[in-house]
């Protein structure tokens, strides 16, 4: 019998949410950043699949729903003081952004105090997503 006492010990904050880092299995490769809310961490937990809570919708959101980048989970993290969780995951399709890039941190700051573009676009946002 699986209980949920294990959400017990994540600091929610005032939103009742939590950070939650997507890390690509294998390279290590900080894929994205989003949020969660208590829900979309048990489904996270009971189904293998990455699902957060889009702040912008205001509602859950699976992973690839419609861009079929899912990210299977193959490890939920817990920092140290419980208020940001790191999901380990493979990432379906290559490409976590929906910029269309394979992850979200493309944006370098050079000496100059310039931030630089140093990730290609993999696929036209407008081929993955109906805009």
């Not at 929906?98 to 000496?111: A, I, K, N, V």
Request: aromatic share 8%.
């Amino acid at each position: 019998m699986t209980t949920d006492t294990w959400l017990n010990a994540v600091r929610w904050n005032e939103d009742g949410l939590i950070a939650a880092i997507a890390q690509e299995s294998g390279s290590g490769t900080v894929l994205m950043l989003a949020w969660m809310n208590r829900e979309a961490l048990q489904l996270t937990r009971s189904t293998g699949h990455a699902v957060y809570w889009s702040r912008s919708r205001q509602r859950l959101w699976h992973k690839g729903e419609e861009s079929a980048h899912q990210q299977i989970v193959h490890a939920i993290r817990l920092d140290c003081d419980g208020d940001a969780v790191l999901l380990e995951v493979e990432q379906k399709g290559g490409i976590a952004c929906h910029t269309g890039r394979h992850h979200c941190f493309y944006r370098q700051l050079d000496d100059n105090g310039v931030w630089v573009e140093t990730v290609p676009v993999l696929k036209d946002p407008a081929t993955i997503y109906s805009i």
